[in-house]
């Protein structure tokens, strides 16, 4: 039986001397590392809803174990319908940081609440979510020379509210989005 590398960077192993099984499925092998340009790491902000399905766990392993090519600014967090509210999701992402052993990275709290509920009290001094909005839009302005890379793995209502509140963040970024509720309406 032919065994999948689910680690970043790890290739497929070999198949058996007597090959595969008949009709078993091939693996392929791993796609090659990400390559940031010549003496330049990527920009990211990873904003997670960490606590609600474990393909986040995973993604912002892969973005902190992956310094050479990410530099991960910093991570905010949402919540969705599983895995409770902010604070369990903070603390989901905090246990990764941990595991990680990447405890000082900026980790931020974010919406409790949907976009619709939030958006009208943006202009307030403290609205839901605003450590992480302003955190997303500090980060945006942050570097002229580079865009920002925005990697929303769950509901987007931190990146809709911080674009809603800051537009000109929108020329300063680049979202690169695991997520949709298609064909569905919804966030």
Known sequence: MTTLALAAGCSS??????GPASGAPQASPSPP??????GQKIRVLVDTDANNELDDQHALAYALFNG??????????????????????????????TLCTLENTVL????????????????????????????IIERAHAAAESKL???????????ALALVKD????????????G????????
């Not at 192993?13 to 007597?18: E, G, S, V, W």
């Not at 976009?115 to 001094?125: D, M, Y």
């Not at 890379?149 to 990146?159: D, E, S």
């Open 68 to 97: 050479d090519v990410f530099d991960v600014e910093g991570i905010t967090v949402n919540t969705t319908r599983g895995g409770g509210n902010i604070d369990a999701q903070v603390a989901e992402a905090r246990r990764v940081l």
């Open 108 to 135: 931020k709290p974010g919406a409790n609440g949907s976009f619709t509920q939030i958006r009208p009290h943006l202009g307030e001094a403290t609205f839901d979510g605003a450590d992480a909005v302003n955190f």
């Open 33 to 38: 590392a990400p390559q940031a340009p010549a």
């Open 180 to 187: 949709s509720n298609y064909p569905e309406k919804g966030e």
């Open 149 to 159: 890379v925005l990697l929303p793995i769950g509901k987007l209502t931190n990146v």
């Open 167 to 178: 537009p000109s963040i929108a020329s300063k970024v680049r979202i690169v989005w695991l």
């Open 13 to 18: 192993p070999a198949p058996a001397p007597d």
